[in-house]
């Protein structure tokens, strides 16, 4: 996994999208599928978001944001649009929907992760494996993270905290239980 | 500072395990996405309003709408501080002139008489009335231009009215003389009087009588026809005393009103046969104008102009503001309140998404 919080100081057309793709895309995998909690899904929503980028290469400029908050960017606009299409197509089909069976994979977020831990994980609400996933696990800073998702950067220290000592929570309950 | 320092270290623990986990995508997908990398980007070709950027945009705008501003401003002064000339000309000819080198003005002002402002009557009856105010050299001038006045009117068949003449001190003085010349030689009059120094002022009134006239000739024309029926009536010997003594009576105020209506006529009669002139003659010099000491150059006058220009526009960007303002708000608000609104859907999304 890379870190490259700061923008890059070299332009798209000195570095060419398969080698930025090929350098960001487990970032973008592990900001899916936290985001999602899906493999399945975000490993189609990977894919999706590096079309959407390679179509817009030319319109990034790094003076802006590294190559990892813009791919994060379109990443998120792909899941936002990915959850909006599930809840208008859920909308249509609550009956059958309901008794959906929903695929659950052991290491959803990565191997070697404890079984309390995945499933503390899984109860934590997209919006909050999200924070987690853009300052824990891609490692990006406050305020990146913070325009990435539109918010302030107390508000994304904040919203991490709050995540973190949700997670924290729910794997004590796990552990007492 | 790193990143991983601003994460509370009262989850360290956590954030070491979350950290440890391996995330690799699966060779599947790597393939993918090198698939897609390797094939020819198909960018749409971005629209002109997306090529431009609202900061470049606002660079180049800004400055180019000021300098187009500046020159619309300078270009209006310098046109209008041309026209100006002609704009002066045009006052001089019917304001009094400042100066003793105001022969162009006099030329002026014969032009006038010979192309129509002095209008010559008809056969009609006029009311002519001239008023002519002349500046002459000095208090010798001054005489002799009154002499020479009254000598023209006697010449044209004239007369004098009046004559006022005061010389209140030795540097100057002026005199009024007011005329009557026969309406057909009144053109004749003029001429002879714009000679006798420099026009300051003129007016010219010419007002038709002919149709009080004529009606006073009717009146006149009833009246003695009332009168001989009267006095026809008279005539009957057998008039009862009372009514005689009626008649007479209306036959003195018939007679009256005829008397009257004849004087009438015949001022009507004369006002319309000789015009009145007033000539007034003064050495007096008016003061000097402040502002033709301090004519400004073309120049000037094109930075003034100018200024003049760029304060207007400065008023129109105002009343532009002040009605586009309200809508700018709205528009801002509104726009705040759609991202707000759009952040607010996201939040619930994500919320509701498990």
């Excluded at chain 2, 509370?8 to 954030?15: G, K, M, N, T």
Aim: proline share 5%; aromatic share 4%; net charge positive.
């Amino acid at each position: 996994m890379t870190v490259s919080g700061s923008p890059a100081s070299t332009a798209p057309q000195e570095r060419s999208f398969a080698s930025v793709a090929e350098q960001h895309l487990a970032d973008v995998h592990s900001y899916l599928l936290y985001f999602t909690g899906d493999r399945a899904v975000a490993e189609e929503l990977t894919a999706e978001t590096f079309e959407r980028a390679c179509r817009h290469w030319r319109r990034y400029d790094p003076r802006r944001a590294s190559a990892k908050t813009w791919l994060c960017q379109i990443a998120r606009s792909t899941a936002l649009d990915h959850f909006r299409a599930e809840e208008r197509r859920r909308r249509r089909e609550t009956a059958y929907v309901r008794s959906e069976p929903v695929d659950t994979y052991e290491d959803a977020f990565g191997e070697g992760l404890s079984p309390r831990l995945e499933e503390a994980l899984r109860s934590l609400s997209a919006g909050e494996r999200e924070v987690i996933a853009l300052r824990v696990i891609l490692d990006i800073e406050v305020e990146g993270a913070a325009r990435l998702l539109g918010i302030s950067g107390t508000a994304c220290t904040t919203r991490l905290h709050r995540a973190l000592a949700r997670l924290e929570a729910k794997v004590g309950d796990d552990v007492v239980a | 500072m790193s990143s991983r320092e601003l994460i509370d270290e009262r989850f360290a623990d956590l954030v070491s395990e979350l950290r440890s986990a391996r995330l690799a995508p699966p060779p599947e997908l790597r393939q993918r996405v090198r698939a897609i990398a390797a094939a020819p980007a198909a960018e749409p070709r971005p629209s002109l309003l997306e090529r431009v950027r609202l900061r470049r945009a606002a660079l180049v705008l800004v400055p180019v709408s000021l300098a187009a501003v500046v020159s619309a401003a300078m270009v209006q002064g310098l046109v209008s501080s041309g026209e100006r000339k002609t704009v002066d000309v045009a006052v001089e000819r019917i304001a009094p002139p400042a100066a003793e080198d105001a022969k162009p003005v006099l030329k002026a002002g014969a032009r006038d008489r010979e192309q129509g402002a002095s209008l010559p009557p008809g056969r009609r009856l006029v009311d002519y009335r001239v008023q002519m105010r002349l500046r002459v050299a000095n208090l010798d001038e001054l005489s002799r231009a009154t002499v020479r006045t009254m000598r023209t009117v006697r010449r044209l068949g004239g007369y004098v009215g009046s004559v006022r003449y005061s010389s209140p001190s030795v540097r100057g003085g002026d005199a009024v003389i007011v005329v009557r010349v026969p309406v057909a030689r009144m053109q004749n009059a003029i001429l002879a009087f714009s000679e006798l120094g420099t026009i300051v002022s003129q007016s010219i009134s010419l007002t038709d009588v002919q149709k009080a006239y004529d009606r006073q000739v009717e009146q006149a024309g009833r009246l003695r026809t009332l009168i001989a029926r009267t006095e026809r009536r008279l005539r009957d010997e057998e008039l009862p005393a009372s009514e005689r003594a009626a008649l007479e009576l209306q036959l003195v105020r018939q007679r009256a009103d005829l008397v009257a209506l004849v004087r009438r006529h015949e001022a009507t009669g004369e006002r319309g046969r000789m015009a009145t002139a007033r000539l007034s003659l003064t050495t007096f010099r008016p003061p000097p104008r402040a502002t033709a000491a301090t004519e400004p150059s073309r120049l000037g006058r094109a930075l003034d102009d100018s200024g003049r220009v760029l304060a207007k526009e400065l008023l129109w960007a105002l009343y532009g503001l002040i009605v586009a303002g309200p809508l700018l708000v709205l528009g801002l608000l509104a726009l705040g309140a759609r991202r707000a609104r759009r952040r607010r859907s996201e939040r619930q999304l994500l919320a509701r998404v498990g």
